[in-house]
């Protein structure tokens, strides 16, 4: 095993080449002004973090409340099939910019790692890809294109209430299904557009090289479906191989159809969430005294996390000039529970905007946001919580700009 001066000399004597090599090559192909290519396309993966107007569709949630307002009312105007005032995440990847810097957080995370070798620093540096702004149109909801035509721009297959593990899974262990939409009919769904946007298989990962994937949080509606059926916190962290296991395969198969650049989505803190705060109360000792989050909740989502991104640096182990981005939504978020004011929102982070109950959570699903008798604060930019489940538009773009400014 190398010293660890002699590993780092030569992780940023093999970035620095890496990235020369990296320009010149894409230089011929792209037609990029500064030689590096540029994404056509976004491919969406998720659940109502990530749906854009699937579930306004699907039938058994078409009519829901996020379909009333006052969703959508902060930059819309009106509801516009997300589950927040206004945009969400994936709203916001359009236009931004990331880069091969975020290589090097990653070799500084291997530094620190007891037991790291060379060997993973080339695995890590082989799989970066160097990308200007996005500059792609929003992606089309599957369930409301039919054509390759439709779709040809992109697609999200995100839809609210989906979960990772097929409802028949969830069923077998005895826990409710909430919609009977899992990851594996999302990546059917993408396999079905692939086979649409083209006949040839060389034509179809053409494409899908030339895409951005996007996998929004997936996995809190397992979680939430063992919590509501009387599992305790232990018990539900028992889907956690499971749940990651399935997101793995469905990457794999992303990347099998000939995706180059997936950015996968870890969890939110569970204990910071107004609804899981409201029906789960824990013991005195269970909440962080600065944040008011529940650690415990908190704890399946940081094991959720960890056994996420051991699964990516097995993708990056074995499929060598890809890139496999790991997106952060839990330290922003704890963050600003923390010192909210610092973040520039509110000082009750932990109370949903809309909806009703009080208290200091102000959540309570019979006066669930859009429901008669709920109401709205009067500035959702300095809350974190739209509807006590789902973040307004102001965290949404913090999120995005938390996530992506460690990339730019």
């Given at each position: 095993m190398f010293s660890m001066a002699t590993v780092?000399?030569?992780?940023?004597?093999?970035?620095?080449?890496?990235?020369?090599?990296?320009?010149?090559a894409s230089a011929p192909v792209t037609g990029s002004k500064h030689g590096i290519e540029r994404y056509s396309r976004i491919f969406g993966f998720g659940n109502s973090l990530t749906d854009t107007g699937n579930s306004d569709i699907y039938p058994l949630t078409a009519g829901g409340v996020s379909t009333r307002p006052p969703y959508g009312q902060t930059y819309f105007g009106h509801p516009s099939g997300r589950a927040s005032?206004?945009?969400?995440?994936?709203?916001?990847?359009?236009?931004?910019?990331?880069?091969?810097?975020?290589?090097?957080?990653?070799?500084?995370?291997?530094?620190?790692?007891?037991?790291?070798?060379?060997?993973?620093?080339?695995?890590?540096?082989?799989?970066?890809?160097?990308?200007?702004k996005l500059k792609v149109?929003?992606?089309?909801?599957?369930?409301?294109?039919?054509?390759?035509?439709?779709?040809?721009?992109?697609?999200?297959?995100?839809?609210s209430g989906a979960t990772v593990l097929e409802p028949e899974f969830l069923r077998s262990k005895g826990l409710m299904v909430f919609v009977p939409v899992s990851l594996i009919n999302e990546t059917n769904?993408?396999?079905?557009?692939?086979?649409?946007?083209?006949?040839?298989?060389?034509?179809?990962?053409?494409?899908?090289?030339?895409?951005?994937?996007?996998?929004?949080?997936?996995?809190?509606?397992?979680?939430?479906?063992a919590l509501l059926s009387n599992r305790t916190i232990d018990q539900t962290a028992s889907l956690v191989p499971h749940v990651v296991g399935t997101i793995r395969k469905a990457i794999t198969a992303m990347v099998t159809?000939?995706?180059?650049?997936?950015?996968?989505?870890?969890?939110?803190?569970?204990?910071?969430?107004?609804?899981?705060?409201?029906?789960?109360?824990?013991?005195?000792?269970?909440?962080?005294?600065?944040?008011g989050c529940n650690t415990r909740l908190n704890g399946l989502a940081e094991r959720h996390n960890r056994a996420l991104k051991v699964a990516l640096l097995k993708l990056m182990a074995t499929?060598?000039?890809?890139?496999?981005?790991?997106?952060?939504?839990?330290?922003?978020?704890?963050?600003?529970?923390?010192s909210?004011?610092?973040?520039?929102?509110?000082?009750?982070?932990?109370?949903?905007?809309?909806?009703?109950?009080?208290?200091?959570?102000?959540?309570?699903?019979?006066?669930?946001?859009?429901?008669?008798?709920?109401?709205?604060?009067?500035?959702?930019s300095k809350s974190v919580y739209w509807d006590g489940i789902h973040f307004t538009e102001a965290a949404n773009r913090f999120i995005a700009s938390a996530v992506l400014g460690r990339f730019q």
């Open positions: 780092s000399r030569l992780a940023v004597a093999a970035l620095f080449f890496f990235l020369l090599a990296a320009e010149a005032d206004g945009r969400i995440i994936i709203d916001f990847l359009g236009n931004r910019k990331l880069n091969c810097l975020w290589v090097l957080e990653l070799i500084t995370h291997l530094l620190c790692k007891r037991g790291s070798s060379s060997s993973h620093f080339v695995t890590f540096l082989i799989c970066v890809q160097a990308v200007e149109p929003q992606p089309l909801p599957y369930l409301a294109g039919k054509t390759a035509a439709d779709f040809v721009n992109g697609v999200n297959f995100a839809i769904w993408f396999k079905h557009v692939v086979r649409l946007l083209s006949p040839s298989v060389h034509e179809q990962r053409k494409i899908m090289a030339n895409s951005f994937f996007f996998v929004g949080e997936m996995g809190i509606n397992d979680y939430y479906a159809s000939g995706a180059r650049t997936v950015m996968v989505t870890g969890m939110p803190p569970l204990g910071c969430a107004p609804y899981l705060l409201a029906q789960f109360p824990g013991a005195p000792s269970d909440y962080d005294p600065v944040s499929y060598r000039f890809r890139a496999f981005i790991y997106a952060d939504v839990y330290s922003p978020i704890v963050n600003v529970a923390t909210p004011t610092k973040y520039g929102f509110g000082k009750t982070p932990l109370a949903a905007c809309c909806g009703g109950g009080g208290g200091k959570y102000n959540f309570n699903f019979t006066m669930f946001c859009g429901v008669r008798g709920s109401t709205t604060c009067t500035d959702p």
